[in-house]
T-cell receptor
Framework: AQSVAQPEDQVNVAEGNPLTVKCTYSVSGNPYLFWYVQYPNRGLQFLLKYITGDNLVKGSYGFEAEFNKSQTSFHLKKPSALVSDSALYFC?????????????FGSGTRLSIRP | GAVVSQHPSRVICKSGTSVKIECRSLDFQATTMFWYRQFPKQSLMLMAT?????????EQGVEKDKFLINHASLTLSTLTVTSAHPEDSSFYICSARGTANEQFFGPGTRLTVL
């Protein structure tokens, strides 16, 4: 069975500093990995995904994530945080190669950027 | 990117009534649709997966007779919460996957049961 873990409930960063939101995954086949962001009372917004290719994936709003197969991780990063980045972030995984596979979400990490 | 809509965005109902939530893929055909629910400050939990023209597959612990899912066409899936109770109050999010295997999420429906 596939699973995804976000070990931090909350991450606090000062504006302008780099940020990292951690994610590790478990899947039996090749992983499809995703990051989504959710603002209060809103749906999910897609940030980026890894399917295949370069391990460093660049996404929306200056975010990027690095796929590390040996550590089964897909940490989200941004070089310089903005106050507007404050939101709830979800890592998700899907088993690749199967059209029937489903996306499973991590527990979420609340990112708080202080001015 | 592709757009998935949900209607209504918010609904308030009395305990014991039924509520229907629609999920539409607006510019692509969704061979598979997924329904998630999200409690306050929690993650999205997959409730069921539905393929067009066939019965939905429910996740463990989800009552299929309470959460009726219909996927009658390639662009529409509905979730009906029957005999709603206050504990059914939640944020319901649908997701649609097309033939290209991309998956898109709707904006969510907030259900409040009084």
């Amino acid at each position: 069975a596939q699973s995804v873990a976000q070990p931090e409930d909350q991450v606090n960063v000062a504006e302008g500093n780099p940020l990292t939101v951690k994610c590790t995954y478990s899947v039996s086949g090749n992983p499809y990995l995703f990051w989504y962001v959710q603002y209060p009372n809103r749906g999910l917004q897609f940030l980026l995904k890894y399917i295949t290719g370069d391990n460093l994936v660049k996404g929306s709003y200056g975010f990027e994530a690095e796929f590390n197969k040996s550590q089964t991780s897909f940490h989200l990063k941004k070089p310089s945080a903005l106050v507007s980045d404050s939101a709830l972030y979800f890592c998700a995984v899907r088993e690749g190669g199967s059209s029937a596979s489903k996306i499973i979400f991590g527990s979420g990490t609340r990112l708080s950027i202080r001015p | 990117g592709a757009v998935v809509s949900q209607h209504p965005s918010r609904v308030i109902c009395k305990s014991g009534t039924s509520v229907k939530i629609e999920c539409r893929s607006l510019d692509f055909q969704a061979t598979t649709m997924f329904w998630y629910r999200q409690f306050p400050k929690q993650s999205l939990m997959l409730m069921a997966t539905s393929n067009e023209g066939s019965k939905a597959t429910y996740e463990q612990g989800v009552e299929k007779d309470k959460f009726l899912i219909n996927h009658a066409s390639l662009t529409l899936s509905t979730l009906t919460v029957t005999s709603a109770h206050p504990e059914d109050s939640s944020f319901y999010i649908c997701s649609a996957r097309g033939t290209a295997n991309e998956q898109f999420f709707g904006p969510g429906t907030r259900l409040t049961v009084l």
